[in-house]
């Protein structure tokens, strides 16, 4: 199957740096990608949409100035997580859709494994 | 709004039992229902899906059937194996959204015990 890899896996930061997240599709181009959040035993929260060559979609309540999200080419999107605080400690996955559209016309979704970030 | 609830983890089972994760969702018009599974230390996996009502989904020995009038989309299998542990999403995406936006269920985990 299609394969999509997040990098990195952990990361540990001091509060008050920035944290970049790549995520890339390895075997197919992706014209839309998704960044998530995901709490200790809670459900994954979609934070925006991140679309080739324009600008991402946030979902309402997700600081864009906050997390900037850059879709520079059909198979990397990056999250930085600017100034980053405790606060902002969490899981994060990206996933890059095969296919144009809504899935219910049999596009697939492909998931990064995730990373772990840790501000103290 | 559109919404996805799983029952409550984690589920531990034996070797051979009967698998039933429920999920049930809120959403307007007729989504598109999915499961994911997230194995340790790995992204997560489409499982199955099913796009519209009374659709049964497949995969890998797990069913689960779109039901319409219960709004639900429970995830079964016959004989669970040790291999089968791992976290499972319940999911939905609206017909409407001209993207793959999908909205999760708060994810159950399995734990099989040889």
């Known amino acids: 199957g299609a394969v999509v890899s997040q990098h990195p896996s952990w990361v540990i930061c001091k509060s008050g740096t920035s944290v970049k997240i790549e995520c890339r599709s390895l075997?197919?181009?992706?014209?839309?990608m998704f960044w998530y959040r995901q709490f200790p035993k809670q459900s994954l929260m979609l934070m925006a949409t991140s679309n080739e060559g324009s600008k991402a979609t946030y979902e309402q309540g997700v600081e864009k100035d906050k997390f900037l999200i850059n879709h520079a080419s059909l198979t990397l999107s990056t999250l930085t997580v600017t100034s980053a605080h405790p606060e902002d400690s969490s899981f994060y996955i990206c996933?890059?859709?095969?296919?144009?559209?809504?899935?219910?016309?049999?596009?697939?979704?492909?998931f990064g494994a995730g990373t772990r970030l840790s501000v103290l | 709004g559109n919404s996805v609830t799983q029952m409550e983890g984690p589920v531990t089972l034996s070797e051979e039992a009967f698998l039933t994760i429920n999920c049930t969702y809120t959403?307007?018009?007729?989504?598109?229902l999915f499961w994911y599974v997230q194995y340790p230390g790995e992204g997560l996996q489409l499982l199955l899906k099913?796009?519209?009502?009374?659709d049964k989904g497949s995969n890998k020995g797990f069913e689960a059937t779109y039901r319409k009038e219960t709004t639900s989309f429970h995830l079964e299998k016959g004989s669970v194996q040790v291999s089968d542990s791992a976290v499972y999403f319940c999911a939905l995406s609206r017909r409407s959204s001209n993207t793959g936006k999908l909205i999760f269920g708060q994810g159950t985990t399995l734990q099989v015990k040889p």
């Open positions: 996933s890059a859709q095969r296919g144009v559209g809504t899935l219910h016309l049999g596009n697939i979704q492909y």
């Open positions: 959403a307007t018009g007729y989504p598109s």
């Open positions: 099913a796009t519209k009502a009374d």
């Open positions: 075997d197919f181009q992706a014209t839309t």
